[in-house]
């Protein structure tokens, strides 16, 4: 019986060195920073990915000013043009 309960309380204070240790290091806490600074980090990747992919090109953008330029004149003259 006495080998048991003296088994028991290794076994328990074991335990409780391991936990001590753990959040002295702050294992348990650098852990969950790390994990949430990923997660955002690949979040903001993606986001940033798909942001890119529907961003115009600067062909793009080009055409359509070019097309609006056309669209003012047009308006222009059929507002104050010769009649």
Known sequence: MA???KASWMVAMSVGAVEALK???G???WNYALRSVHRSAKAN???????????????E??????????MRTVMYLTCWGPN
């Open 27 to 29: 294992l348990c806490r």
């Open 61 to 70: 953008r080009r055409r359509v000013e070019k097309a609006e330029e056309g």
């Open 45 to 59: 990747v993606r986001s940033f990915t798909q942001a890119m992919k529907l961003a115009p090109t600067v062909a």
């Open 23 to 25: 959040d002295q290091a």
């Open 3 to 5: 080998a048991a309960a």
